[in-house]
């Protein structure tokens, strides 16, 4: 009889688990269909022409297929320039965060027999990121310091990112001891170990935050349109959300007035939209994964 109850009770178990398991998947199936959808219109959007989009007949797909959408984007000299400036302030901008975040998360990572400061330096940085300094102090740094309407306010500003120093501390702190000793004993120092035997070590914590990195400097809008004061040096976000808010159609010669006139503002916004988020789209599958593993792995230990 209790060989009995315990295998119905297995049986149990493993249906009960069958189900459970079925659900998540339903579940974050569902999830998936519901995120995907606002992207989806927007594509279906970008491809339809006017009239269907006017008449609020577009969901999810493209009625009257058509490309002027994406010829009237590509011929405009402006999303060209803001999109070089987004290039290179991601570019720029993930090489300056990753120095600065390896530099402190380095030490940091050392017990407190070899670096008495680390809780004064920790408890520093945590207290930054908990507790801002506010917009206007900001503001004024960036303009004192001569940032001002230059690429340094899109770079320079954002290099240190506490989340991401926390990451990669707590990431090396998890490997093992015994590698470091053994490049120490070998002759190895400091920097040396780090650059030969650790870095190697944190490809999936470093691939994780050069994501994180990469998704905040080309969806940022708001520091390019409180530090730059010419539309010219607008990064991609931010000359998206002024054609998204008040489109400005003084620089367009005659034939692109006639087209944007043939054209729904809508259609015309959906496909700049779609173009922003597609290198996004196209990066996060190469380093996805990178990036479950070195969430966890970096916050194991504290």
């Known amino acids: 009889m209790k060989n009995s109850d315990s295998v119905w009770g297995l049986e ?11 659900f ?19 594509f279906s959007m970008s491809f339809s022409s006017s009239e269907f989009v006017a008449a609020g007949e577009v969901f999810l797909w493209p009625k009257g297929f058509t490309w002027e959408s994406y010829h009237y984007i590509l011929v405009n000299p402006d999303f060209y320039k803001s999109l070089w400036i987004s290039v290179e302030r991601t570019v720029l ?10 530099l402190t998360a380095y030490p940091l990572s050392r017990s407190r027999i070899e670096f008495r400061a680390r809780p004064f330096f920790v408890w520093y940085f945590l207290i930054t990121m908990l507790f801002g300094g506010g917009l206007i102090p900001w503001f004024m740094v960036v303009k004192w310091t001569g940032m001002y309407d230059n690429l340094g306010a899109l770079v320079i500003v954002p290099a240190v990112q506490v ?16 590698l470091e000793e ?3 004993l070998d002759g190895a120092g400091h920097l040396r170990t780090l650059i030969s035997v650790l870095l190697p070590l944190c490809k999936p914590a470093l691939a994780t935050l050069v994501l994180f990195t990469f998704v905040y400097h080309w969806n940022s809008w708001f520091d390019g349109f409180l530090f730059m004061s010419r539309k010219e040096h607008y990064p991609l976000q931010t000359y998206l959300y002024t054609v998204l808010t008040v489109p400005d159609t003084s620089h367009l010669t005659p034939d692109m007035l006639k087209q944007f006139a043939n054209l729904d503002s809508r259609s015309i916004k959906a496909a700049e939209i779609f173009v922003s988020t597609l290198p996004i789209l196209l990066l996060y599958p190469f380093l996805q994964k990178y990036f479950t593993k070195g969430i966890v792995l970096g916050s194991v230990k504290g």
């Open 163 to 178: 989340f991401n120093i926390l990451i990669l501390m707590n990431f090396i702190r998890n490997l093992p001891r015994e």
């Open 24 to 42: 998540n998947y339903a579940l974050i199936s569902l999830l998936t269909i519901v995120s995907l959808i606002p992207l989806w219109n927007i």
């Open 93 to 102: 901008g993930i090489v300056l965060t990753m120095m600065c975040t390896i």
């Open 12 to 22: 149990s178990r493993t249906t009960g688990r069958k189900v459970f398991v079925a």
């Open 182 to 184: 053994s490049a120490y």
